[in-house]
C-alpha cells in the first residue's frame, strides 16, 4: 500500500534521477521501525515522515525530561513528562499527515523485539544501550530486515547499515561484545547538535536504500569528528566466527 504522491509536498524529490515517482512510491510503500525517539531517533523520524515514508513505528519507553532539550529539539519544554513515542508521534503527523505512525510505548528486548519490529521493511537503531542494540540486531537477523544503526559520544558519531544482504556483516561483527570501557552519554556528555548530524545521516541512508539510491553504507562504517569536521569511512567485513550470523549464508 502506498500514499498518494503529492506533487507539490515532494516537488524536490521528484525531480531527483536517483528517487523521481518510482523511488517516491517506494517511499510511500515503506514501513520503517525506528527504536528510540531521542537525539538520533528523532531528527531520522522528522526526516523521513518529510520524505513521504508511508508508515513509520516509533519504538521509545521514555518519557521526556528536560536533560533531552538540549538536543532533542522535536520536544518541547511544556511536553517535559510526556510520553516520547506519543508526543513524538504528533510532532510528525503535523508534518506530513499523510505518514501513518505508530507509537510504541515499551522498551524492545530479546522477548518482544521480533514482535515489535513487526512487518518493517527496514529498521533504524538510535537507542543509548548495547542490549537493546543487541535485541534489535538479533531480530533483524530473524526477519531479514535490513539495520541501521548510529551512536554518538562526546564530538563524535557512527553509523553503518547491517544485514543489507546474507553475506553481509551484522552489528555484532562491528561490536561482537560489550566493550569494558563503554561510555554513555550521560556519563562524558554529546554536543546537541552532533544528534541532529548523525540522525540526518541515518534518515538519508534509509532514504538511499528505500530508493536504491547511490552507494549506501552496506558493508562500511561511516565515522565522524565534530570538532575536526573530518570523516573516514571504513570497511567491514562479515565475521565467520560472529555468535549471531557467522553460521549462516
Sequence with gaps: MSIPIDIDRFARHLVLKEIGGPGQQALGRAHIAIIGAGGLGAPAALYLAAA????????????VSIDNLQRQIIYRTGQIGTAKAKTAARALRALNPGTRVRPVVKAIDGENAKRLIGKADLV???????ETRYATNAACLA???????GA???????????????????????VPETPPDAETCESVGVVGALTGVVGSMMALEAIKHICAAGRTLDGRVHLFDGLSMESRTVTLDKDPACRECGSQT
Excluded at 533504524?124 to 548495547?130: F, I, Q, T, V
Aim: with cysteine.
Design 52 to 63: 513521504g515514508v508511508g508508515t513509520i513505528s516509533l519504538i521509545d519507553a521514555d518519557t
Design 152 to 174: 554518538v559520544g562526546r564530538w563524535d558519531g557512527q553509523i553503518s547499515l547491517f544485514n543489507a544482504r546474507p553475506e553481509a556483516p551484522c552489528y555484532r561483527c562491528w
Design 124 to 130: 533504524l537503531d538510535g537507542c543509548d544501550n548495547y
Design 143 to 149: 526477519t531479514g530486515t535490513p539495520l541501521i544503526s
